[in-house]
């Protein structure tokens, strides 16, 4: 892995230097699939500048007190969040949406409860793969993905097809991660299993039950007409924003998004979808997400909760 810049030479630089406040409100850690700890999320954020990064990893909240340790030794503001996949059917056809919670409640009971759930169904799905994949000649058991799981709330490991796929290269059974999933594991592939998924209001009633915002991650990657007939359903069910600003998200999407948003009378946030080196390159800082939209998710989160 290459080697990171130390926040505290940045600090030293750039401590108080006036420049525009800048936030990355999707970023994935090594409690799920990123390749990041939470405290190397942390670090690489402030060799970056940014003010605030908000944790949102898969089905899972451990990475973020690990995460608001070291973001208060820094200075960096860290939200808590979470991001949940649902699957969403229309008109015959099912696309998987992805649901991030914000300013979630993260030591909740009942919340845990659910974590648990999800991680069961993870662990089911992971040996339904691995079971295909012997089919294929590719013998890959459940030891050999332990050195690359992260425990869950469960004490069940979290497994996802990232950890299948670096079983498989270390195996030598493929020579890249994209090599894995564009042959096997992939969305379609011969290998794939779908994931036992919420409809996208459980989604949103999850979220609302751990007291945060419901934001809509990148639906600009779903058929547009579709994902614009969903959005305005899920307001209806306390949709509280979409992620318009995303590196996928091109400026047409950006723009019809923005006046869905405006139209709706709902947030408009964005973030990276900052996966480490898990896609290749690190795409945290490569966009400019502006402070003020982390204000009015603030204040929008202050008013649902009565404040």
């Not at 950006?254 to 690190?282: P, Q, V, W, Y």
Request: charged share 25%.
């Amino acid at each position: 892995m290459t080697a990171l810049k130390t926040p505290e030479s940045y600090l030293k630089n750039h401590r108080n230097r006036d420049v525009m406040k800048k936030v990355d409100l999707h970023v994935h850690t090594n409690k799920s699939d990123g390749t990041f700890s939470p405290e190397e999320a942390v670090d690489y954020a402030c060799t970056l500048g940014l003010s605030a990064i908000a944790i949102t990893d898969h089905d899972t909240v451990l990475g973020i007190q690990p995460a608001m340790v070291r973001g208060d030794k820094y200075g960096i503001e860290i939200i808590p969040g979470i991001e949940i996949s649902a699957e969403w059917v229309e008109n015959g056809v099912e696309l998987e949406v992805h649901m991030l919670g914000y300013f979630i409640d993260h030591r909740n009971s009942g919340f845990q409860k659910r974590l648990y759930e999800l991680s069961n169904l993870r662990m089911k799905r992971a040996e339904i793969i691995l079971g295909k994949l012997r089919g294929h000649n590719i013998k890959i058991d459940m030891d050999e993905l332990k050195e690359f799981l992260q425990p869950s709330e469960s004490g069940t490991p979290w497994v996802g097809r990232l950890h299948i796929a670096q079983a498989m290269v270390k195996k030598g059974c493929v020579k890249s991660i994209n090599r894995a999933f564009d042959q096997y594991i992939g969305n379609g592939k011969c290998c794939y299993v779908p994931k036992h998924q919420l409809t996208p209001e459980g989604a949103v009633q999850m979220i609302k039950e751990m007291k945060g915002l419901a934001v809509i991650a990148h639906p600009g990657l779903l058929n547009q007409e579709f994902s614009a007939s969903l959005i305005r359903r899920l307001v209806k069910n306390g949709l509280d924003g979409i992620e318009i600003y995303y590196p996928e998200h091109s400026p047409t999407t950006i723009r019809n998004m923005e006046m869905l948003a405006a139209e709706n009378s709902i947030l408009a946030t964005g973030g990276t979808d900052c996966h480490g080196f898990a896609k290749g390159n690190i795409l945290m800082g490569t966009l400019d997400v502006p402070y003020e939209l982390l204000e009015k998710m603030k204040e929008r989160h202050s008013r649902a909760q009565g404040g």
